[in-house]
């Protein structure tokens, strides 16, 4: 889950960086959107999504995503794409991964499922999921350290392989 700098992968410049509801949530109940905004500027998710992570307001980051849809930082396409089908993933992890294809090079995808980062890969998809934001955002100078955020993460019910966050914390010179 290495993170993709918005403005270096493949020597592409990014044109939309797109993201599923679970990054959006994850980040909202750590306090971490604001993050976001920093590394990326502005995000685009769908009506789906928006539906997924918005539609009640009791769900944990609803209130935060939803505020950041209001301030405009998080924008919601306007347009649907109903190819390739992919049944294999939700609606909203679908409607993300046919807008990045209909959006073209350029696009990175924010999201987490595993079944969706397969279909992602398959697809030439460029992608980041949590683990990689708050990795960029430790590179970024934005938090002082990922380990605590990693086990506030995991408080919230988001957990990583454990190989996977020592490797993580190894690289960032944490462990």
Do not use: N
Not at 27 to 37: C, D, E, K, M, T
Not at 38 to 62: F, H, M, N, Q, W
Not at 81 to 86: F, G, I, V
């Amino acid at each position: 889950d290495a993170p993709v700098r918005p403005e270096e992968h493949q020597g592409v410049a990014r044109k939309v960086v797109l993201a599923d509801a679970s990054p959006l949530i994850a980040l909202a109940r750590i306090g971490g959107l604001p993050w976001l905004r920093k590394l990326y500027k502005t995000i685009s998710i769908t009506k789906e999504v928006r539906d997924e992570a918005t539609g009640a307001r009791e769900l944990p980051g609803a209130v935060a995503i939803a505020a950041a849809v209001k301030q405009g930082w998080i924008r919601v396409l306007r347009q649907e794409w109903s190819e390739p089908p992919l049944p294999l993933l939700d609606t909203g992890e679908a409607s993300t991964l046919r807008a990045a294809l209909a959006l073209g090079p350029g696009t990175l995808v924010l999201l987490d499922d595993l079944q969706a980062r397969r279909e992602a890969q398959r697809l030439g998809i460029a992608m980041a999921g949590t683990a990689g934001i708050i990795v960029e955002a430790r590179q970024a100078g934005l938090i002082p350290a990922a380990g605590p955020v990693f086990a506030r993460l995991a408080e919230e019910g988001f957990h990583l392989g454990d190989d996977l966050l020592h490797a993580i914390l190894a690289e960032l010179g944490e462990k």
